[in-house]
């Protein structure tokens, strides 16, 4: 079965793919569209990324195509409707990477709200016992928390804050009976019930702006937000109004609309914490992802069948 790969991964899977199966690296092509339309008929298994995503026209271009096995859990960027349209599967990696990803989320959630990164740059600039003082910090412990997306990676976020005696809450399009957290029937209404209100669900057509400029208002002037799942499931341009107008307290982001580029009145904006992009970014979890990426590979070419399908 030939493999064709879209982009650079780590350097353990470059090797792997192409020791193991000869893989075609797409990204080493000078002309890639060109190639697609000569040889887009030789695949029959595609490997890329939450990242690099997989769009209808590269799909179009591989007439063969039975499944595409992508690093991340995230697949807003890959073209689900075109793969289903035509019956090829898809695997992510899912699980392994959610508790990084919601270490991230409280880690985020403390520093926008105790101000730990702002107080790293005013100790570096040397105003420690200087006239300007640092500013108050809001207690996390005990607050509200809701959590748009109550998924593996919202619930485990719900598991940390309950360690710091947090009352929590979620919306998600379907209750989840099975658990004991508050449902809030819409997102508006989450918001203006919660301190933080903490993004979790996927990206994508079907949540993009979710969070806007009324959601942001309900969150109010002591709520912050963060988001640890897709800047598009965030109207950006709201959320910078939102501070401006000191219509919410702050806000952590790890992901953004345009990444890597981030609004200027963000970059300046102390009360705003910005990461790129780290949700899932430890060697170990990166490792997993890795190994499960190469056993949805292998577990199609030798039976058949996806490890982790996407349902
Ligand atoms: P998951 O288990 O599928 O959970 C997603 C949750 O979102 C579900 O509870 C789902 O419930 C809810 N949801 C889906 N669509 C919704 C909508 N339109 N409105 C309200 N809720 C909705 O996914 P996960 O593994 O937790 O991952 C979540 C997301 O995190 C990923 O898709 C990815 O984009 C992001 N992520 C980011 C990083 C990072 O580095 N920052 C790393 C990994 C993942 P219902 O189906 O009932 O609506």
């Not at 073209?79 to 990696?93: E, F, M, P, Y």
């Not at 997306?149 to 998600?172: S, T």
């Not at 345009?258 to 979890?285: C, F, K, M, W, Y």
Request: aromatic share 6%.
């Amino acid at each position: 079965m030939q493999i064709l790969q879209i982009g650079r991964l780590s350097n353990d899977v470059n090797q792997h793919l192409e020791r193991q199966y000869s893989a075609c690296a797409l990204w080493q092509q000078t002309q890639s569209g060109e190639f697609l339309q000569q040889s887009g008929a030789d695949f029959e298994l595609v490997v890329t990324s939450a990242a690099y995503g997989l769009n209808a026209a590269q799909i179009a271009a591989l007439p063969n195509l039975r499944a595409v096995c992508s690093f991340g859990v995230g697949y807003d960027s890959i073209d689900v409707q075109a793969l289903q349209q035509r019956g090829i599967a898809l695997s992510n990696t899912p699980d392994v990477l959610t508790d990084c990803v919601a270490d991230v989320a409280m880690g985020m959630l403390i520093d926008v709200s105790r101000g730990i990164s702002a107080g790293d740059r005013y100790v570096r600039a040397g105003l420690w016992g200087s006239k300007q003082r640092f500013g108050m910090g809001s207690r996390v412990s005990g607050k509200k928390l809701g959590i748009l997306g109550l998924g593996r990676i919202g619930l485990a976020i719900a598991e940390r804050a309950q360690g710091f005696k947090m009352h929590i809450a979620y919306h998600n399009r379907h209750r989840v009976s099975a658990l004991d957290y508050a449902y809030a029937d819409t997102l508006q209404d989450l918001a203006a019930w919660a301190d933080y209100l903490l993004v979790a669900c996927p990206g994508g057509a079907a949540t993009e702006h979710l969070v806007d400029a009324a959601v942001l208002q309900a969150l109010g002037e002591h709520g912050f937000l963060i988001n640890i799942a897709r800047g598009s499931v965030v109207d950006e341009a709201a959320l910078v109004q939102a501070l401006a107008q000191n219509h919410i307290a702050g806000a952590a982001l790890d992901v953004f609309e345009h990444e890597p580029n981030i609004p200027a009145a963000l970059l300046q904006d102390e009360r705003v914490v910005l990461t790129p992009h780290i949700g899932s970014a430890t060697r170990e979890t990166r490792m997993d992802m890795d190994a499960l990426l190469l056993q949805n590979v292998a577990a199609f070419i030798n039976k058949g069948q996806l490890l982790t399908p996407v349902s």
